[in-house]
């Protein structure tokens, strides 16, 4: 288990549930733009949020922009010290910063003891485009690579009396992030910031996500992610939502099983299985619905779901509940399936907000 730290008030490691990040792409400069775009992907779930420090001029804003976001702020810092000590005192809850190039001594000197001062974290992050070149000549583009260099900034902080410290090692290969992450989590107990840099569009990007941060997760390592696409933040959120529930990690929803139909299909079972999501999105109670095609594999292949329908003809089917059959139903399916969705819901506590 990594050791605990929090970012603001979300904690990281030691147990925590994996928390989920963004990064803003407006300028930091226009507070009101980059808060506005914060409090959306607030609402969509994210929890941490990652905004550019790259001048004076953004270290600025972060004033206003700490103090008015929803989520705690982590400044994204590179080359210039002062930056990061600026972010620190403007309110940010945590900086990303490569300490080996902070300035030389002195400036690492400065930053950590401002970081020990406000005792706040720092994240270092190495991907493929910043890797050692010594490291480089002697491994190759390889995690053990991107493992070692994330390494060696490490003890640059440590030297310094810095331990609340963030690890990320990335790259756009999946396989490269795999071995970076596992030898990562090999050689310390600090907490890992996992992800696909420049995983591409959202077309491409989700599926190297997926696979990437799925993969990790199911290995148990990480303990805050975030999904790296390109444009609109805004499906980086809800895909990183997606594949934590995806492993287990969130049952905050309703899990909908539907089979892929063949022709004993009795129902469509698409359009019904999609107006169940979609009445049913904003349940936050750990349910199990199921939208099979015809009776003959139908109860079986989800026997472990709450509830279902199993399809006959077009506007009939069975209903079974708990893996058992209660009985034939016909007429709208969808809305009896969701009407019995609505109704476990509630027995289990759950309250329309």
């Known amino acids: 288990m990594t050791r605990l730290m929090h ?209 990790l997760l199911l290995r148990g390592i990480g303990d805050t992610i975030r999904v790296s696409l390109s444009g609109d933040p805004s499906p980086e959120v809800t895909t990183a939502i997606d594949i934590l529930r995806a492993v287990g990690l969130r049952k905050d929803y309703v899990e909908i099983t539907s089979c892929p139909t063949c022709g004993r299909t009795g129902i469509d079972v698409e359009s019904i299985a999609k107006k169940v999501r979609e009445a049913t999105k904003d349940i936050n109670i750990p349910i199990h619905a199921a939208v099979m095609g015809c009776v003959v594999n139908g109860p079986g292949e989800s026997k472990g779901a709450d509830i279902g329908i199993a399809g006959g003809a077009p506007d009939s089917g069975v209903l079974f509940v708990n893996g058992e059959s209660a009985g034939r139903v016909k007429g709208d399916l969808a809305g009896i399936l969701i009407e019995g969705i609505f109704k476990i819901a509630y027995e289990r506590g759950y309250k329309k907000q």
């Open 7 to 215: 970012i603001g008030s979300v904690p990281i490691g030691g147990g925590s549930p994996v928390s989920v990040q963004s990064m803003t792409n407006t300028d930091t400069c226009d507070a009101e733009a980059t808060l506005a775009q914060i409090r959306h992907l607030a609402l969509l779930g994210c929890q941490v949020i990652r905004v550019s420090a790259y001048s004076l001029k953004a270290v600025e804003a972060l004033r206003t922009i700490t103090k008015e976001s929803p989520l705690p702020v982590v400044a994204d810092i590179h080359f210039d010290y002062r930056l990061a000590i600026g972010a620190l005192e403007a309110g940010c809850a945590k900086v990303r910063v490569n300490p080996g190039n902070m300035g030389g001594e002195k400036g690492l000197t400065e930053l950590s003891a401002c970081l020990k001062a406000h005792k706040k974290p720092v994240r270092v992050g190495v991907n493929g485009g910043s890797l050692d070149k010594d490291l480089l000549e002697k491994y190759g583009l390889t995690g053990k690579a991107l493992a070692e260099s994330a390494m060696r900034e490490v003890r640059l902080l440590e030297t310094h009396g810095v331990e609340d410290i963030v690890i990320s090692v990335k790259a756009s290969d999946i396989r490269r992030t795999i071995d970076a992450c596992e030898e990562i989590d090999r050689l310390c107990d600090y907490p890992q910031h996992i992800g696909i840099t420049e995983a591409g569009t959202i077309e491409t990007g989700r599926i190297k996500s997926a696979i990437g941060i799925g993969s």
